[in-house]
């Protein structure tokens, strides 16, 4: 099987999971996308995507559902909104309605850095993005705006990427 992009970055997550949950921090899985079997006689010979996935990752944190994406970007200056595709803005604004915490986590890999971008943000930007298709500047999110606004992921107690921290403390902020 071979890679795809992101696969490293996923792989990194599944990692920080297995730690959250050893830690009894949260309970977190990767969702795969089902797809259906195209079968030639007895044998599986390819198979396509059934049907539209949800986000790459859920669980539950502090007792809150929480879902989130994994993305990357090789741009330095910017995170293209055409990188999310439409049904994944359609679940985190439901799954955010329904009291649950949505998320992307941005991987600048040019610059080595990652960023927590929350619901709120994104879909301010998102909104922008829509009303303003075709217009130049409102295609992306700017660097700087990951900077000021976004959580900056690292390593921390022995988990590798340790992206919910301070979570509760953006939600609680952002009057949930």
Known sequence: MGYHKGD?????????NKVYKRKGIALV???AT??????????ITSAYYEEKSTLDFIGVYQGVPIAFDAKETKEESRFPLSNI????IEFMENWYKHG???????NFTKLDEIYRLDWLTLSWY????????GKRGFGSIGFNE????????????????????GIESEET???R
């Open 100 to 106: 649950g915490i949505s998320f992307l986590l941005v």
């Open 34 to 43: 089902p797809m259906k079997p195209i079968r030639r006689g007895g044998k």
């Open 146 to 165: 990951f900077q000021c606004n976004c959580k900056k992921l690292k390593s921390r107690d022995g988990i590798m990427l340790d992206y919910l921290e």
């Open 173 to 175: 902020k952002n009057n």
């Open 85 to 88: 595709q439409e049904h994944q």
């Open 29 to 31: 899985q990767k969702i």
């Open 126 to 133: 998102w909104k922008q993005y829509q009303e303003n298709k």
């Open 8 to 16: 490293v970055f996923e792989e990194i997550i599944n990692i920080s």
